[in-house]
């Protein structure tokens, strides 16, 4: 029989916040801008900051005790809200609150889970099953609401939303499962999912991360095996040269078509452009919302970069804390020399680089996670050593 004692009780909330970030993708059945996810882990927040602000008497101590995570939630309060809400009364284009509302609730999760006593793990596999099932249930009985009958969304608005929570699940079940069959059926499963999205960014970042870890793998057989296979190899690239040409050739027409007519270029020129628009703008942005344009910089798109999206956002001073957590992750790896995870935690990066994911609550849990294995001092085993 069940009963509700508190290890059954922490159980379930963290199965709960696993369900509300699946959730989150849910996009098309949100009422207006807010949907279930975010309604549930809203409750999770206030509940506890009530209970910080009113019940602790040690109030200080317990918020300062994850610093090196509540500095990017100071950030977001006392730089980035005052700067777009200026830009907003003053009526800049591309200024929006949403945006902003949507960075600090992200900070602000973030920063509940690392001072919380919640387990990561167990969010992390319950997002998993949760989103796996969705996506299995949409596909099956709701594949017609594709995007343009082409791209599978999953529920979502934009397909690439779904590429994202797709490589946010591949990069945890590379974290948390333990290697068997079932494992491997799953990251198929998700990656089969993610390539019917027809996201150039979700290609190249299950590109990288198979080919880094195909790498990985040879490198650690002995050197006489390793040029045993490296030898049929090199034969085979020199008999099919024209093979290779027309894989470059495959590669190029998947960038143009993603490129729409240089489409893409311009808005990455037009959003650096925009972040060099004053020299306050080049320190610290315009705040949240979409600085960039086809045509010119301030056209209220996005540059579908999350590097140059931060930049616009919130200048070099901003882009310090957009991408700290992810720099100092992947740096500690190296020196661990902890190859499974530097490989995981860079094609996160390289990710970012073909899609805004900046206001996403999914991928700054991703960030966490990273950043939380990095920083533990027993250097905790997990499925990917």
């Not at 882990?41 to 317990?62: D, G, H, P, T, W």
């Not at 397909?159 to 290697?179: D, E, G």
Request: glycine share 4%; hydrophobic share 50%; net charge positive.
């Amino acid at each position: 029989m069940f009963k509700l004692t508190k290890e059954n009780i922490d159980f379930l909330k963290n199965v709960l916040i696993g369900f509300s970030l699946a959730f989150i993708s849910q996009t098309k059945l949100r009422l207006g801008k807010i949907g279930i996810g975010e309604i549930i882990i809203f409750f999770f927040l206030l509940n506890y900051l009530f209970k910080q602000l009113f019940f602790n008497l040690k109030y200080k101590a317990v918020v300062f005790k994850k610093f090196s995570i509540l500095k990017i939630l100071i950030y977001s309060l006392l730089i980035l809200f005052p700067l777009t809400l200026i830009s907003f009364v003053m009526n800049k284009p591309g200024s929006e609150l949403i945006d902003l509302f949507a960075i600090i609730f992200s900070f602000y999760f973030i920063y509940y889970l690392s001072i919380s006593k919640l387990d990561l793990e167990i969010i992390s596999k319950s997002f998993v099953y949760l989103f796996l099932t969705i996506l299995t249930i949409r596909y099956i009985f709701f594949n017609s609401s594709s995007f343009e009958d082409l791209r599978f969304v999953a529920g979502a608005l934009n397909p690439n939303q779904i590429s994202l929570y797709v490589c946010c699940s591949l990069t945890l079940i590379v974290i948390y499962f333990k290697k068997s069959f079932s494992s491997f059926l799953i990251f198929i499963a998700y990656s089969y999912f993610g390539i019917i999205t027809l996201s150039d960014a979700f290609y190249l970042y299950l590109f990288v991360l198979t080919f880094l870890f195909f790498l990985n793998q040879l490198y650690k057989f002995k050197f006489h095996i390793f040029i045993l296979i490296l030898f049929p190899f090199s034969i085979a690239f020199v008999n099919y040269i024209n093979l290779f040409s027309e894989f470059f050739h495959l590669l190029n027409n998947i960038w143009s078509n993603a490129d729409e007519g240089d489409e893409r270029i311009s808005l990455y020129i037009n959003g650096i452009n925009a972040w060099l628009d004053t020299p306050f703008s080049f320190f610290f942005g315009h705040g949240a919302g979409y600085f960039s344009g086809v045509d010119d910089k301030m056209k209220l798109m996005e540059t579908h970069n999350t590097f140059i999206d931060a930049l616009t956002i919130g200048g070099i001073f901003g882009i310090y804390f957009f991408y700290y957590y992810n720099i100092k992750s992947i740096v500690t790896f190296i020196k661990r020399r902890n190859l499974h995870l530097f490989i995981t935690a860079s094609s996160l990066i390289i990710f970012t680089m073909f899609h805004n994911i900046i206001r996403h609550p999914i991928y700054w849990f991703c960030v966490l996670v990273l950043y939380t294995i990095s920083t533990e001092n027993n250097n905790k085993k997990i499925c990917a050593e």
